[in-house]
């Protein structure tokens, strides 16, 4: 097309910045969409007719689309066809100028003006650029005549309604940004005085125009000279602009340009520096002038007239201007004084309107998607007035600001994702500052627990001050979140305190929770340097830091949070080094320990601290039982800080245990065994409801599992022994039945409850979202309900009886009849009434409680027992080669048919079942296997099997039995008749009704030897 600019993407931006583009001119096309038919680019005709009037109308119709390159596709041809070559006629040019490009201006259809404004531009620069096609060839199309045209056609004329006369508005705005983006005003010629005017005059004419014509200034400003720049700055002075969002604009994007420009001395100053007169720029963004009644023309040019949903481009500039100051610097201050003035007491005043608050919600969410250019500004922009509306608004989400509110926050919490940086500036202005330390209950959301679980092992420690700092001196008055605002309520600083000091133990937790101990790649010296630390400093210590001093309450709730983070920190033995490291380090001098503890303190931590010397030289297989005694020691004293009774019995026990398997030394009692003496403490520790001391136990036993011998594991199995009731717990911990009281038969224990399932399958120690529960309870829940409907009708039977007989009356049935007799009674009668009625809800009370002490009971022994389950999995899963794990096999079997608990019966039963997987994997014959023993094991567990003939049952007996003809045939071939020999016993029993058994035990035995018999051929 000749030597015609080339236009890019820019070429099709609208008359407004970016951020207040409406239009979506993302092209919606695939890309597997074919590609356009080539456009025809021959010149336009004078007097187009058929096919060639057909093409200039969809020509025209395209430059109207709403997709950006169908747009632009259009623009190119019709300059092309107009001035492309040689050139049109000048009638024709003319003709295409007047009535259709800048008619076209004041059309509303889809995106017209974008793609008339683009050709608009191209021709305006082809006339009066550098080709300067009007000298040349077009004389009569000067700039006058052709501004002219513009002028014409987009003056509003005869009756037109509102939205037509918006639209030659808007018609004459891109209009005028055509002459600006054409490149051609600010040459020796003064066309940018004329459309300066118009610019100006249009803004005054109509306020809900004018950011747009101010913008368009904006936009110039890149191609003037500092005398027309000075120029510009003038008649924004006298049309009375200076002072309104556009004015500032304008003006810092002029000093920016040009800082030696003369200014002029209003409204300004003699700087000339609208950032230097705060109150009069707060004023100028509030789009409201500083004069007075006199000033009502002033007043009225600086209204925008009507409200926008975005926000306005002067911010932009602002912000940027700030933040290269600041940068440059490294000050805020000017920027916090900027901000209080122009924002906190702006938009979000008390007295300010909704849309200015949230124009302001607009500003914060502006900074945050932005983070990484305004980052140096984000502390200073959490003000009281926004903090304050921000709370009040997320209160409830009938709010009017709700939607904007909760989206800054949003916003918020995005920033972090992507820099976690973000959180350690950002983090001590909403739980402290003008925040509040409990924002998360005061605003409805997760941000601070969303913020947290960014926290990663470089900003950690900068985290923790920020959490530890506002819960240290705590001084009144006190202000408490109300419904509509805060208030001063209290000068209870303590109970300020408590609230405080629990809300930054949980957050500890949560963090800490969130750690992968597991993942090599982590640095967690954090953890055990500071975090740890710092909760046992709660817990144990003195610090005169905290003030008012810690309470028992937050003392206590320290230690069970310290267990907690114990509990998570130790997913295997690698965790051992976090409570040995810290119990030796720590000074409980808020532990009011006697001669006797201290000693047996010191001790414990004396041998803790010989096992961790010799866990370094040990190798990689005698490592593993010496932390697991190392953290072993570390827990007791723990526990011995805590007050627990049986912290010294166990410190001593251990102490035996060590001497005797360590260092193989003998005691006085030197009867017991190092096992028996291993699996009692760990049996006490499991019986409590710790997931701690759960978790523990289990590292532990499986370090030193390959030293258990057979009279360990009998007191672990005897647990399952025990009966799942309130004399079983008695006779389990050795318990004393209250006041003579007997423990009730177990048949009339089982007779107040039917089968009772416990959930042993939930995850225990695992997060959860409320905190201020106490995370050490892992006891599991009981999936039981209520009482059933009927006992309960038969209890209100018995009272009911018990209460007519009393009263004299009839049964207190609704559907009986009611009494006739209505006959008053004496005083003593009253009396003796009274004491019979006292007497009947006393039997009542006496018998509630017995039921709930068995309901509890069975829940403890239930739980033991899961527990005892834990430790025998572990035990067949990692020694199937171990003959003592056969032994295991008939007490499993005795729990499934005797419990009452369905779980606890299945989770026995799948045991088994996993001990039969674990043997197959390990295919080699059990060591030392003693066939008879084996056969003898097998008799019993065929007796077992006859006493149930259930199929679950049956077919756990089945595996058993099966499994140790198993390792008695791999160990020998020849022990094969005598195993045929139990089950031909077995059989004949069965077949003469001697016993009862299920079909599976044989079925399964002649599947085993039609395998074997395969294998042999």
Not at 92 to 115: D, I, M, N, P, V
Not at 415 to 433: D, M, R, S, Y
Not at 496 to 522: G, P
Request: charged letters at 25%; one cysteine or more.
């Amino acid at each position: 097309m000749g030597s015609k600019r080339k236009r890019n993407a820019k070429d099709v931006s609208t008359v407004v910045p970016d951020a207040k583009r409406q239009q979506k001119d993302t092209p919606k096309t695939s890309t597997k969409a074919a590609s356009p038919p080539p456009i025809d680019t021959s010149p336009f005709l004078d007097n187009p007719r058929g096919a060639d009037l057909k093409r200039e109308v969809q020509l025209y119709d395209t430059l109207g689309s709403e997709d950006s390159l169908e747009r632009l596709g259009a623009a190119n041809a019709i300059v092309s066809g107009l001035l492309g070559g040689n050139g049109v006629e000048e009638s024709t040019l003319q003709k295409h100028l007047e009535r259709r490009l800048f008619r076209g201006l004041a059309s509303g259809r889809k995106g017209s003006r974008l793609g008339f404004s683009v050709v608009l531009a191209e021709i305006l620069s082809e006339l009066f650029g550098t080709r300067d096609l009007a000298a040349q060839k077009y004389s009569n199309l000067t700039f006058d005549r052709i501004l002219g045209f513009l002028i014409a056609k987009t003056k509003p004329e005869g009756d037109l309604s509102g939205q037509e006369e918006k639209d030659h508005a808007l018609g004459l705005l891109f209009g005028l940004q055509s002459f600006v983006r054409s490149n051609i005003l600010f040459g020796a010629t003064g066309h940018w005085n004329e459309i300066l005017d118009r610019l100006l005059g249009l803004a005054k004419l109509k306020p809900w125009i004018r950011e747009e014509c101010g913008w368009v200034i904006v936009e110039a400003l890149a191609q003037m000279s500092q005398s027309q720049a000075e120029y510009t700055l003038e008649q924004l002075c006298d049309a009375g602009l200076a002072p309104s969002p556009e004015g500032v604009g304008i003006w810092l994007t002029a000093r920016n340009r040009f800082p030696d420009m003369k200014l002029p001395s209003k409204p300004w100053g003699h700087s000339g520096n609208p950032l230097d007169h705060l109150k009069t720029l707060g004023r100028a963004l509030k789009e409201s002038s500083s004069g007075n009644e006199s000033a009502k023309e002033k007043q009225q040019a600086t209204q925008t007239g009507s409200w926008n949903s975005k926000l306005h481009f002067v911010w932009n500039i602002l912000l940027a201007q700030y933040a290269q100051n600041a940068t440059a610097d490294g000050n805020t201050s000017n920027f916090e004084n900027f901000w209080k003035v122009a924002v906190d007491e702006n938009l979000f005043a008390s007295t300010a309107s909704p849309e200015r608050k949230f124009w302001g919600f607009l500003l914060f969410q502006k900074l945050f998607q932005d983070h990484s250019s305004y980052e140096t500004l984000l502390p200073s922009i959490f003000s009281h007035n926004l903090v304050l509306c921000l709370i009040n608004q997320l209160q409830g989400t009938d709010r009017l600001l709700n939607r904007a509110a909760d989206k800054s926050l949003k916003v918020l919490v995005q920033a972090a994702e992507a820099n976690p940086e973000v959180i350690v500036a950002v983090l001590p202005h909403l739980i402290g500052g003008h925040g509040t330390y409990n924002f998360d209950t005061a605003t409805k959301t997760k941000t601070v627990e969303k913020l947290l679980s960014l926290v990663n092992d470089k900003n950690a420690n900068a985290m923790m001050e920020i959490l530890q700092k506002p819960i240290l001196s705590i001084e009144g008055p006190i202000r408490k979140l109300g419904i509509n605002k805060l208030t001063d309520f209290s000068t209870d600083a303590t109970k300020q305190a408590e609230m405080r000091r629990q809300l930054f133990l949980d957050y500890l937790l949560s963090i800490i929770r969130r750690v992968n101990v597991q993942d090599d790649s982590r640095d967690l010296s954090w953890v055990k340097k500071n975090a740890l630390p710092t909760i046992a400093n709660m817990a144990y210590c003195e610090d005169a830091q905290f003030q008012p001093p810690l309470t028992p309450k937050i003392r206590g709730l320290s230690r069970d949070r310290l267990m907690s983070c114990f509990a998570h920190l130790l997913p295997d033995l690698r965790g051992y080094s976090f409570p040995c490291d810290l119990v030796k380090a720590l000074e409980p001098n808020a532990v009011k320990m006697d001669t006797k503890i201290a000693e047996a303190r010191d001790g414990a931590i004396s041998t803790m601290s010989k096992i961790l010397k010799k866990t370094k030289k040990a190798d990689a297989q005698d490592r593993a039982p010496l932390q697991a005694l190392a953290l072993l020691y570390s827990l007791v004293v723990f526990q011995l800080y805590n007050g627990e009774p049986e912290a010294i019995s166990t410190i001593d026990e251990l102490k035996l245990f060590y001497d005797k398997l360590i260092r193989h030394k003998d005691s006085g009692d030197s009867e017991v065994e190092a096992s028996e003496v291993l699996v009692e403490l760990l049996l006490s520790f499991i019986s409590k409801p710790s997931a701690l001391l759960r978790k523990v136990t289990q590292h532990v036993f499986t370090a030193f599992m390959a030293d258990i011998t057979v009279e360990g594991l009998k007191l672990i199995t005897d647990v399952l022994e025990s009966s799942e009731n309130l004399r079983g717990q008695q006779e389990m911990f050795d318990q004393q039945p209250e006041d003579g009281e007997q423990a009730e038969d177990d048949n009339d224990i089982e007779m107040d409850s039917d089968v009772e399932v416990i959930d042993m399958n939930g995850e225990e120690g695992q997060l959860t979202t409320n905190l201020d529960e106490d995370e050490e309870s892992d006891e599991e829940e009981n999936s039981d309900g209520e009482e059933p409907a009927e006992e309960e009708d038969e209890e209100t039977k018995k009272l009911d009886a018990a209460l007519a007989l009393a009263l004299g009356t009839k049964s207190l049935d609704p559907d009986a009849e009611e009494s006739d007799s209505d006959a008053d009674m004496t005083d003593s009668e009253m009396m003796a009434l009274d004491e019979k009625l006292v007497e009947i809800f006393s039997a009542r009370k006496k018998e509630t409680k017995p039921k709930k002490e068995h309901k509890e009971a069975k829940e403890t022994i239930v739980n033991f027992k899961s527990r005892v389950l834990d430790l025998l999995e572990i035990f067949v899963k990692k020694q199937p080669g171990n003959p003592l794990a056969f032994g295991l096999l008939l007490p499993l079997l005795h729990l499934i048919r005797t419990t009452k608990t369905k779980k606890l019966a299945d989770r026995a039963s799948s045991i088994i079942q996993s001990f039969q997987q674990a043997a197959k994997k390990h295919g080699k014959a059990a060591e030392e296997v003693h066939v008879s023993k084996q056969v003898k094991l097998m008799k019993a567990i065929h007796l077992e099997a006859s006493k149930d003939p259930s199929h679950m049952f049956a077919k756990a007996a089945s595996t058993s039995s099966l499994m140790l003809a198993s390792s008695c045939y791999r160990a020998d071939k020849g022990s094969f008749e005598k195993l045929a020999a139990v089950y031909t016993k077995t059989q004949i029993a069965w077949v003469n009704g001697e016993v009862k058994l299920s079909v599976i035990l044989f079925n399964d035995w002649t599947n085993w030897c039609q395998n074997h018999a395969n294998a042999n051929t």
